[in-house]
């Protein structure tokens, strides 16, 4: 059974940064997806960013160019590095795995099926 577990959120002020991390157990697949996803109520759920085991990463247009995806395999560890921050990204975020892999869409990443309770960032002057 895969468990995640999430860490590393807080408040920033627009323009800061945080890393966010998620320390997964029991993710044995030959082929497996992790991603970032984030959910501000009442918005729908976003798929942020996503990597897997053939070294693919994908961000979704909203956080491209600021947002970081990376995995410490010794460390079991999933990690996103957010610059900019922006209030727009507020919101709670979820780190999701899963056999498999990712794709260009970020829509398609909600297959995955083991998700973690989620960390607060919020972004606010």
């Known amino acids: 059974q895969v468990q995640l577990m999430e860490s590393g959120g807080g408040s920033v002020q627009p323009g800061g940064s945080l890393r966010l991390s998620c320390v997964v157990s029991?993710?044995?697949?030959?082929?497996?997806?992790m991603a970032w996803f984030r959910h501000d109520r009442p918005k729908e759920r976003e798929g942020v960013a996503c990597?897997?085991?053939?070294?693919?990463?994908y961000y979704s247009d909203s956080v491209k160019g600021r947002f970081t995806i990376s995995k410490d395999n010794a460390k079991n560890a999933l990690y996103l590095q957010m610059n900019s921050l922006e209030p727009e990204d507020t919101a709670m975020y979820y780190c999701?795995?899963?056999?498999?892999?990712?794709?260009?869409?970020?829509?398609?990443?909600?297959?995955?099926?083991?998700w973690g309770q989620g960390t607060l960032v919020t972004v606010s002057s």
């Open positions: 029991g993710l044995t697949y030959s082929k497996w997806a």
């Open positions: 990597t897997d085991s053939a070294g693919a990463t």
């Open positions: 999701a795995a899963d056999r498999g892999h990712c794709s260009g869409l970020p829509q398609e990443w909600e297959y995955l099926e083991d």
